[in-house]
Nanobody
Framework: VQLQASGGGLVQAGGSLRLSCTAS????????MSWFRQAPGKEREFVAT????????VYLDSVKGRFTISRDNNQSTVNLQMNSLKPEDTAVYYC?????????????????WGQGTLVTVSS
């Protein structure tokens, strides 16, 4: 499975961005999908996950109420709507396909990763 992420860019604090990630095969529709991020000099951090059918979502505490993860299995895509962005959200964002029907906070539980898309939030 190959993943192609897009939608990153430069935005002012308080602004919004929508990230999208498309999987090359519909196999991913049976798996949990997630977004992680990695800021310069920091470890990769879990952001949000959505179960295979979209019925369950989990978020990093600092993004709750601002970010929304969704998926469209017909299009093999997972999206991350990011509102009220803050400078501390600046990072490279990665989408990932879990080994199971649901995701987790651990990068080790993911079989496939996208190439990353850079989000920069200016103050």
């Amino acid at each position: 499975v190959q993943l192609q992420a897009s939608g990153g860019g430069l935005v002012q604090a308080g602004g919004s961005l929508r990230l999208s990630c498309t999987a090359s095969r519909r196999t991913a529709s049976n798996n949990g999908m997630s977004w992680f991020r990695q800021a310069p000099g920091k470890e990769r951090e879990f952001v949000a996950t959505i179960s295979w059918n979209g019925g369950s979502t989990v978020y990093l505490d600092s993004v709750k109420g601002r970010f929304t993860i969704s998926r469209d299995n017909n299009q093999s895509t997972v999206n991350l709507q990011m509102n009220s962005l803050k400078p501390e959200d600046t990072a490279v964002y990665y989408c990932a396909v879990a080994r199971r029907s649901y995701g987790s906070r651990s990068p080790a539980d993911y079989a496939y990763w996208g190439q990353g898309t850079l989000v920069t939030v200016s103050s």
